[in-house]
T-cell receptor
Framework: SQQGEEDPQALSIQEGENATMNCSYK?????LQWYRQNSGRGLVHLIL?????REKHSGRLRVTLDTSKKSSSLLITASRAADTASYFC????????????FGKGTKLTVNP | DVKVTQSSRYLVKRTGEKVFLECVQD?????MFWYRQDPGLGLRLIYF???????EKGDIPEGYSVSREKKERFSLILESASTNQTSMYLC????????????FGPGTRLLVL
């Protein structure tokens, strides 16, 4: 079943602006990951944040995690046209499952 | 770099045909996964395997079977393809317990006529 739910479903911004995407989930997790998918391609791992972490950075990416609200956000700063893609959150659920549970994704369009 | 390859990028089959989708990873990963991706529904797990000859059903296993005879190869089989199996199929692998990142193949877009 789909646990992560991204919000918004679609986002359109201008190059140079920041893009923020949110993810909510339902059960306790070990970690939460964000993936990116270019149109018609496979997913690529971006960043992982563990349940005991609150914020993590990687280049222009900033991820926050609020386990009390069961939510995460992905911020892409100074966006570029090449950031145009779909972004998915995936949760690694507490309890030992080997599988990730993916959300439905946010489609980001960065206009030049 | 980890490489996950899928046998076809695009495939067109007829209703009732038996369809094989192959996935190969080159990094000795323990876990392998098959997903399908449909507009508005996101990624849905069909089957996964945590070891050779071991498999577990995911969320939507009906109409599919899998085979993992060798560690590097995980096959998805559509015994009798139907039009509602037209979709994008994504394979992924993961090193094993405690190592969380999944690595995805490029996907196979299957059209069943």
């Amino acid at each position: 079943s789909q646990q992560g739910e991204e919000d918004p479903q679609a986002l359109s911004i201008q190059e140079g602006e920041n893009a923020t995407m949110n993810c909510s989930y339902k059960t306790s997790i070990n970690n939460l990951q964000w993936y990116r998918q270019n149109s018609g391609r496979g997913l690529v791992h971006l960043i992982l944040i563990r349940s005991n972490e609150r914020e993590k950075h990687s280049g222009r990416l900033r991820v926050t995690l609020d386990t009390s609200k069961k939510s995460s956000s992905l911020l892409i700063t100074a966006s570029r046209a090449a950031d145009t893609a779909s972004y998915f959150c995936a949760t690694d659920q507490e309890g030992g499952s080997e599988k990730l549970v993916f959300g439905k994704g946010t489609k980001l369009t960065v206009n030049p | 770099d980890v490489k996950v390859t899928q046998s076809s990028r695009y495939l067109v089959k007829r209703t009732g045909e038996k369809v094989f989708l192959e996935c190969v990873q080159d990094m000795d990963h323990e876990n392998m996964f098959w997903y399908r991706q449909d507009p508005g529904l996101g990624l849905r797990l069909i089957y996964f395997s945590y070891d050779v000859k071991m498999k577990e059903k995911g969320d939507i296993p009906e109409g599919y079977s899998v085979s993992r005879e060798k560690k590097e190869r995980f096959s998805l089989i559509l015994e009798s393809a139907s039009t509602n199996q037209t979709s994008m199929y994504l394979c992924a692998s993961r090193p094993g317990w405690g190592r969380e990142t999944q690595y995805f193949g490029p996907g196979t877009r299957l059209l069943v006529l």
